[in-house]
């Protein structure tokens, strides 16, 4: 048994026991007084589901004279389940009537004997009564306190999610504010450009890289909540994808699709961005090489491989464009998809890319 059962146990067994040695402790034991107070110490469990009833259980060896110690006991539970004020002045008043009639009815008392009997029999009926109302009201008062340290808990979590919030907003508006500017100039200079020159080729770089500027600051928006929702703004599928880095010069083999109508929105959007890192990062550490994605769609999982050449000797990787998140933001994404990412260079010196995404992220 726990601590609290043994508690419980230990007080009962004191709550009934001292009342009935107190009164097998009197010389005559089988007279009326004596009787009644055993049936009556010996019911002082049922104070627990009946404290009203145990209390007039009492009242008949409290006549007697022996009541006291049980009536005390059933007082002070009485007082815990809190009654009305009134009520337990009832019931105060009830057991001094019980045990000073005998008194008076059988006893010639002078009127200060009869007053000091009525003010000892008020006070031990009602301080175990008013005492079971002030550990009652304890309790109360500690759980109220529970519950409100509780919520004052709640209320200071809620404070700082909405200070997270209001932090992420402000950052969300400080990229767009000024990523989008720097993006929108440079689709601006290329329209510009290719407006004005007569070079079919530098014509079409720079329509390229205008809508590239344009799909960039779509994908800003649709990142924070600005804008259109989708796995990426211009382009929504891996072949758009590899077709637009084909068209900005990269040389990619693609075989497969995904299924759209079998692989989730989920899945499809984390293998966007797989696919979308491993091909920015091909092009700045193996610029010239041929980049290869299989994609396969299972009945449990889809699995993507990017593989990627050596470098040629001709051809330095981008140094400009190090840094950011990189492999390590991309594990990060496809483990929050409940996938697996594994990365490295490949025998041949260059570099393969696996990711294992489930069909129920």
Not at 3 to 8: I, K, L, Q, T, Y
Not at 170 to 188: C, M, S
Not at 194 to 200: E, F, M, R, S, Y
Not at 311 to 318: F, L, Q, Y
Request: proline residues 6%.
């Amino acid at each position: 048994m726990s601590s609290a059962h043994w508690r419980f146990w230990g007080l009962e067994v004191l709550a009934v026991g001292l009342p009935v040695a107190a009164v097998l402790a009197v010389p005559d034991p089988f007279g009326y007084p004596v009787v009644a107070a055993l049936v009556a110490a010996l019911l002082l469990p049922l104070r627990h589901w009946w404290p009203r009833v145990s209390v007039l259980l009492c009242l008949p060896a409290l006549a007697g004279g022996l009541g006291w110690a049980g009536t005390l006991v059933t007082m002070f539970r009485l007082g815990r389940v809190r009654p009305h004020p009134r009520e337990l002045v009832g019931w105060v008043l009830l057991t001094c009537v019980v045990a000073v009639s005998p008194v008076l009815i059988t006893q010639s008392l002078p009127a200060g004997s009869i007053l000091l009997t009525l003010g000892f029999v008020l006070l031990s009926a009602g301080a175990p009564a008013a005492l079971g109302m002030l550990v009652a009201l304890r309790e109360q008062l500690a759980a109220s306190l529970q519950r409100l340290v509780a919520a004052g808990e709640v209320a200071a979590q809620a404070k700082a999610e909405v200070a997270r919030a209001e932090e992420r907003a402000r950052i969300a508006r400080e990229i767009h504010d000024a990523v989008g500017h720097h993006v929108t100039l440079i689709a601006v200079e290329t329209a510009a450009l290719g407006a004005t020159t007569d070079d079919p080729e530098v014509r079409g770089a720079a329509t390229r890289v205008r809508g590239l500027a344009k799909q960039a600051l779509a994908e800003m928006r649709s990142t924070l909540g600005l804008g259109e929702s989708g796995a990426a703004g211009a382009a929504r599928t891996i072949s758009d994808l590899v077709e637009q880095a084909r068209g900005s010069g990269v040389d990619v083999e693609l075989t497969g699709d995904l299924d759209q109508h079998a692989v989730p929105g989920a899945v499809e959007r984390a293998a966007y961005r797989v696919v979308q890192e491993a091909l920015t990062n091909a092009s700045k550490h193996a610029p010239g090489a041929v980049i290869r994605v299989g994609l396969h769609t299972g009945s449990d999982a889809v699995q993507i491989v990017v593989t990627n050449d050596a470098p040629g000797s001709d051809h330095e990787p981008i140094a400009d464009l190090a840094g950011g998140a990189g492999l390590e933001g991309l594990s990060e994404r496809v483990r929050m998809a409940g996938g697996e990412l594994d990365a490295g260079p490949s025998e041949d010196g260059g570099f393969r890319l696996v990711a294992v995404l489930p069909q129920k992220p």
